[in-house]
């Protein structure tokens, strides 16, 4: 029995016995694998210092420009790449960077500046931190030239830092091949990028030392006033510029072995002028008297301030030669009488107080604007002539400018017998000869009409402002009730009068025609729209629109017009100048709900008188003034400050867009005209329109309203629309009408078409405004290889100026966006069947 257990136990060893040889070997093998690793790590870090090494001995003793090319050769070289590059930040182009050095292809290539948008340096600079693209570089930056003409493969950088942790700069390494992705020369360009920060750090704060020692002393030798600088506590003057030498008589050196109280004939007021200023930190003094070599006296103004140089407080000084100000003082007082003269006719006020603010001195413009005699005046304070509050503001400012010493400009606002009015006003004291303020002149410029002036041109350009956005938001709207009438039109045309969905379709096209009329007014207002001026008479307008306008206005309201006699011809839009005129007067109608009366006025006027009135716009010449006048509730000030901008209204919710007036504002300021509105409340309205008197005879209205011919066609028709919605509508309804129809979304693609097409193109059909080629110029290209194609513009909108114009003065065919399909059908039959080839007037 023993023996058994004996054996048992001898087998139980022996398996634990091999366990643990087998442990031991396991762990052999790690501390084999372990030892390997480490190995392996000391060669890294040991390659890692022999190349950091090679690199520090090779830029060790260089700095500057030597040190970056050393350290691009290097890094080329340890690294085993082709490129190497440091490049800083341009500072007055953002965006930009100049290499400093550059390794290429075994050498040294020449500097150069580039773009960092779409390059992996971009990266580095704006993520201030190191970028690797060990392969696939090109791929991942494909508008890279430079990496592309090169060949580049992999990239390495790392971003330089300024003091303020800004990136400044960048170096890198590039290869044709890919780079390995160990931390070998990541570790050695990111552990030497402190290095280049640092060289590039230096080199700017010594750039910055030179630029301001150079300007100092630019300041300083070639100033025209003489400069000395000197001890505050010794007066020795340790430094002079050549003003002092060519003013003072003396030589460098006899200035160098003088103290500052010497050349004084005041020395001790400005001993006690110097020790002032440095307690307050600088001073002015407008009068001291100095000595020059010879022994004259002279009379200078000083400006002084201390600061602290090799541990001592020194002070520059600025020393003006006044004499011949004195002298002319002197004269001035000789010559009273005449100034006397000259003031009395000067067309601004004059006037000169005493340091108590009372006048010693007044003008004759300033006694008659406050109908005050010259007795009256002398001898009182502004308290004695004006009332409180204005005379608390005019005695402050004297005070400030007692205080200053020096003169001072203000805005200044007076009663005057037709309301208040502002004045330019520049006060500034006079000194005697002991250099002490004895008195304030001031000269006072009424800027009452300029103010005005300035409000109407911020009032402009607020207006212009808003017209963009609108204008902007109009033409995006254009396009979609573009769709929506069009498409409105066609299911109306289709479904017949008793089918449950007619109704449903003719709301759809209802709301389409309502925003179609908002965005209208927009474009009006915002002056974007491509208008088809006329000579036309204006009475003769009022006169066909009077009987509309009594039916608008209702019974209750009296309609007078009181028209100028002979014509008075203006270039406009008809169809524009009577929704102008329609808006006024349902306007006036709303103005009066307990009945009243509007009348409606023409005359012609001079450019000059309107412009004497406050409309600075108008140029001289003949202008037609039309006016609309209401006897209805009138407005306040506030009112008639915003009632131009669109979406504002006085009416209640739901009774009004807020854009009729915004529309008349567009209309009338796309025709060169202005508009103004005078009012009051209690007193009506009067809105009165300038616009420029044409020459040339009165053009007769063209037809409008012809019937649709709904036969069959069969021309061609390139069709360039570059919103593809508004291009798919278009399209279908010319294939129903039987036309042939070649499409493009844009004027390059219309243009290769139309070369490439073999039969006749009948009419090019095309958007205004389109990315790259505009209609304007495709139609030129178009006319230069196919002479017999007609051509009709469409568009909702245009914010070009000059392609406007030149689409209104050549008389063009062209389709206002939003249309429907009736609408387009008769323009287009219309223009292929007009005769002649091109479409639009020569010119």
């Known amino acids: 029995m023993k023996s058994n257990d004996a054996r048992v136990e001898v087998a139980r060893l022996k398996t634990r016995v091999a366990a643990l040889e087998q442990l031991l070997e396991v762990h052999e093998q790690a501390v084999i694998g372990q030892v390997g690793r480490i190995e392996a790590a000391l060669q890294q870090i040991d390659g890692q210092s022999k190349a950091l090494r090679a690199v520090f001995e090779s830029t060790a003793t260089e700095t500057g420009d030597d040190f970056f090319r050393s350290l691009v050769a290097s890094l080329a070289s340890t690294l085993g790449v082709r490129w190497a590059f440091v490049g800083e930040v341009i500072g007055n182009r953002p965006g930009h960077v100049r290499t400093l050095a550059l390794w290429m292809d075994g050498g040294l290539g020449e500097n150069f500046e580039y773009a960092l948008a779409g390059t992996p340096c971009e990266y580095v600079i704006t993520d201030q931190r190191m970028r690797f693209f060990p392969r696939g570089v090109q791929q991942l930056f494909p508008t890279d030239r430079i990496l592309s003409d090169l060949g580049v493969e992999s990239y390495l950088a790392f971003p330089l830092f300024s003091d303020a942790r800004e990136a400044m700069g960048l170096v890198g390494v590039m290869h044709d091949a890919p780079m390995s992705e160990d931390s070998h020369a990541q570790s050695l360009l990111g552990i030497y990028a402190a290095r280049v920060g640092a060289e590039l750090r230096r080199l700017r704060v010594v750039q910055a030392l030179q630029e301001n020692e150079e300007k100092y002393h630019r300041l300083f030798s070639k100033a025209m006033d003489a400069v000395m600088l000197f001890d505050v506590e010794t007066y020795q003057i340790f430094d002079v510029n050549d003003a002092a030498i060519r003013i003072y008589g003396y030589s460098r050196d006899e200035f160098l072995r003088s103290k500052i109280l010497e050349l004084s004939a005041e020395p001790d007021k400005t001993a006690a002028a110097i020790q002032q200023a440095m307690k307050v930190g600088g001073a002015y003094i407008p009068l001291r008297r100095y000595k020059k070599k010879d022994g004259t006296v002279f009379p200078v103004e000083i400006s002084a301030g201390p600061f602290i140089w090799k541990g001592r407080p020194v002070m520059c000084a600025v020393f003006r030669d006044i004499t011949e100000r004195k002298r002319a003082e002197e004269a001035l007082r000789e010559s009273n009488a005449r100034l006397r003269a000259i003031l009395d006719y000067s067309p601004a006020m004059v006037f000169l107080k005493d340091t108590e603010g009372q006048y010693l001195l007044s003008n004759r413009q300033f006694e008659q604007t406050f109908h005050l005699t010259h007795e009256a005046i002398v001898g009182k304070t502004d308290h004695d002539l004006f009332p409180l509050e204005q005379a608390a503001a005019f005695s402050a400012n004297d005070r400030k400018v007692l205080q200053a010493g020096v003169p001072m400009e203000f805005e200044e606002i007076a009663a005057h017998d037709d309301g208040p009015h502002t004045s330019i006003v520049v006060k500034f004291p006079l000194y005697n000869e002991q250099g002490e303020i004895y008195a304030i002149g001031g000269i006072a410029t009424d800027i009452t009409e300029r103010k005005s002036l300035e409000a109407q041109l911020r009032q402009s350009q607020k207006m212009e402002a808003v017209g963009r956005l609108a204008g902007g938001v109009a033409h995006d709207f254009n396009n979609l009730l573009t769709v929506i009438i069009g498409y409105s039109d066609l299911l109306l045309r289709h479904l017949g009068h008793g089918d449950p969905s007619r109704k449903h379709a003719e709301e759809i096209k209802k709301a389409g025609d309502r925003a179609a009329d908002l965005t209208g007014q927009l474009l009006a207002f915002s002056r974007r729209q491509v208008i088809q001026p006329r000579v036309l008479d204006l009475n003769g307008l009022v006169t066909n629109l009077v009987e509309m306008l009594r039916r608008l ?266 249309f429907a399909s009736a609408a387009l059908q008769r323009k287009v039959w219309a223009v292929l069947d007009a005769p002649g080839a091109w479409g639009w007037n020569e010119r």
């Open 553 to 818: 206005i209702g019974e209750d309201i009296h309609l007078v017009t009181t028209l100028q006699t002979g014509p008075c011809p203006v270039k406009t839009d008809p169809g524009q100048l009577e929704q102008v005129l329609m808006n006024l007067a349902v306007n006036a109608r709303d103005a009066m709900p307990e009945g009243g009366t509007l009348t409606i006025e023409t005359a012609s006027v001079q450019g000059e008188i309107v412009a004497r009135l406050g409309q600075a716009d108008l140029a001289p010449g003949f202008h037609v003034r039309l006016t609309v006048c209401d006897t209805g509730g009138g407005m306040d000030a506030d009112t008639k400050a915003h009632i131009f901008e669109p979406f504002f209204t006085t009416k209640g919710q739901g009774k009004g867009t807020g854009l009729g007036l915004a529309m008349v504002y567009g209309i009338i300021a796309q025709s060169g005209g202005v508009v103004t509105v005078d009012s009051a409340p209690g007193q009506g309205a009067a809105f009165t329109i300038y616009l420029p008197q044409a020459s040339g005879a009165v053009e007769a209205a063209g037809e409008t309203g012809q019937p649709v011919n709904r036969a069959s066609r069969s021309e061609t028709i390139l069709l360039v629309e570059d919103d593809p919605v508004v291009r798919t509508f278009v399209r279908n309804l010319l294939l129903e009408w039987g036309c042939h129809v070649m499409e493009a979304a844009g004027g390059e693609e219309a243009l290769r078409r139309a070369v490439q097409y073999q039969g006749p193109i009948h009419l090019l059909l095309t958007d205004v405004i389109m990315p790259g080629m505009n209609g304007r110029q495709l139609a030129e290209q178009i006319r230069a290889v196919r002479p017999d194609t007609k051509t009709l513009f469409m568009s909702g909108y245009t914010d070009d100026l000059v392609l406007r114009r030149e689409l209104q003065d050549m008389g063009v065919d062209f389709l206002q966006k939003p």
